[in-house]
């Protein structure tokens, strides 16, 4: 793996580097190929605190220990204005619409495999481009596809759906073929200041503020009843943004008089009446759907899966292959139906294909199908 190849002699790759271990290392592996490796930081997001300030530059001071560590140049770039326009409008009018939309997955699309693959390309003359994302890359028959990583834990490929065979072609993954606590161990053997260095987590833009108080800034809260099922107005919320199907934790009820022990979950949005709807228990109806429309369709190939196949798909990061069968409504909407009901399939949110390890692509999740 991380023997020189020949044929890599010469060859350019730009690497996202972040300041975190999973590009640190893969920069590393790329140069022990036989790559002539350079970094390249964004920037994506003009802090406008103190806290969020010294996180960013507390980044690019890691990524720069660790390309001098290396002994190779990191560029930056300043993709905000990009950021701003591509991904964080679109995330303000999602919540705005009632939709719990993912960030992440707009952010390789429009950013990471788009403006930094542009500047990679025009700027500094790359032959690939590298990120320290948890997929690998299979070349057959004159296409790229993309695979899930060896770490199950830590697979990405459900935030990279999105990019197509020709951007896949042009991207190396090298961490994809190690578990994380190998690329930790690979990172301490080097002596690179990342080793131990935790993993972010979290939307980047709000940092480790409270998700409630940074959107309010953005999006004004509209408070309303919260009722069960059954039309029981049992509390208050304050604003349906803040809330996502299959939320148990932050609604602040319990204790009612006549209910069960059971926990409470949002079951549903009534952004008509502005009602957040909540019952008891994690497979309570109202939480199952038996199915899903998806549209705004991508495949990898440009090509999705036959009519009527049977395959897998996640309505969200981490949870277990849904057993499902898949039909065409139009050329940008599928229809999915699941073969046990699911719980919380959230719109908005992204429903992502598999054939076994191959990540075929996806859509956006729009109408939950129930008996």
Known sequence: ??????????????????GGVDSSVSAYLLMKQG???????????????????????????????VCDKLGIKLHTVNFASEYWDNVFEYFLAEYKAGRTPNPDIMCNKEIKFKAFLEFADE?????????????????????????????????????????????????????GELEKSEVRDIAKEMGLITHDKKDSTGICFIGERKF??????????????????????IGQHQGLMYHTLGQRKGLG?????NS?????????????RNVLVVGQGGNHPRLMSNG???????????????????????????????????TYDS????RVIFDEAVAAVTPGQSAVFYDGEICLGGGIIDVLIRD
């Not at 490796?37 to 507390?58: I, P, S």
């Not at 959107?215 to 107005?233: M, R």
């Open 331 to 334: 050329d940008d909407q599928i």
């Open 123 to 175: 700027i500094l003359d790359a032959d690939y481009i590298a990120m320290g994302h948890y997929v690998r890359r299979r070349d057959i028959d004159g296409t790229s596809q993309m695979l899930r990583g060896v770490d199950g834990n830590k697979d990405q490929s459900y935030f990279l759906y999105t990019l197509s065979h020709e951007q896949v072609a042009r991207s190396l993954f090298p961490v």
């Open 253 to 257: 009820i319990g204790g009612l008089k």
């Open 35 to 65: 790559y002539q490796v350079e970094g390249l930081f964004m920037k994506n997001w003009e802090e406008d605190d103190t806290d969020e300030y010294c996180a960013a530059a507390d980044d690019l001071k890691d990524a720069q220990a």
């Open 292 to 326: 899903l429309l998806a549209n705004q369709l991508h495949w990898v190939d440009r090509k999705g899966p036959a009519e009527g196949a049977k395959i897998t798909l996640k309505t969200r990061y981490r949870q277990h292959d849904v057993p499902c069968t898949v």
């Open 1 to 18: 793996m991380t023997s020189i190849d020949p044929t890599h002699l010469g060859k350019k790759v730009i690497v996202g580097m972040s």
């Open 260 to 272: 069960s022990e059971d926990p409470w979950y949002v079951v549903e949005k009534d952004l008509v």
């Open 212 to 233: 409630t108080d940074f959107l309010s800034t953005f999006l004004p809260a509209q408070p309303g009843n919260i009722e069960t099922s059954e039309g029981e107005v």
